[in-house]
């Protein structure tokens, strides 16, 4: 059974940065699969909001557009884990980030193309 497990939430003032880490286990690679990291903050009827999506390869990347230029998200296909850079973190930043495996090779910001999920890690950013 494919199974992401997330690390590296924890709490830290607004300005600060975090990396997040998502090791998939069950699965001898994951070359074949696009990344994702998503979101949701507790009390929110929103469902998870897209974060971050790679590709297979790396080569294509999509950001959700609050995070652009902030976070940057990574893969090490050696390691089957995948990195969530969190630079210059908010207080709306605070959340629940869950890891997600592709359904395809391709990054893609919808839900629904990934099929395997973490558990989650709180991230708490303070004002």
């Known amino acids: 059974q494919v199974q992401p497990v997330e690390s590296g939430g924890g709490l830290v003032q607004a300005g600060a940065s975090l990396r997040l880490s998502c090791t998939v286990s069950?699965?001898?690679?994951?070359?074949?699969?696009?990344m994702g990291w998503f979101r949701h903050a507790p009390g929110k009827e929103a469902d998870r909001e897209f974060v971050a999506s790679i590709s297979w390869s790396s080569r294509t990347t999509y950001y959700e557009d609050s995070v652009k230029g902030r976070f940057t998200i990574s893969r090490d296909n050696n390691k089957n884990t995948v990195y969530l850079q969190m630079n210059s973190l908010k207080p709306e930043d605070t959340s629940i980030y869950y890891c997600?495996?592709?359904?395809?090779?391709?990054?893609?910001?919808?839900?629904?193309?990934?099929?395997?999920w973490g558990q989650g890690t709180q991230v708490t950013v303070s004002s």
């Open positions: 069950g699965r001898p690679s994951l070359n074949s699969s696009a």
């Open positions: 997600a495996v592709g359904n395809t090779k391709y990054a893609s910001n919808w839900w629904a193309d990934f099929g395997s």
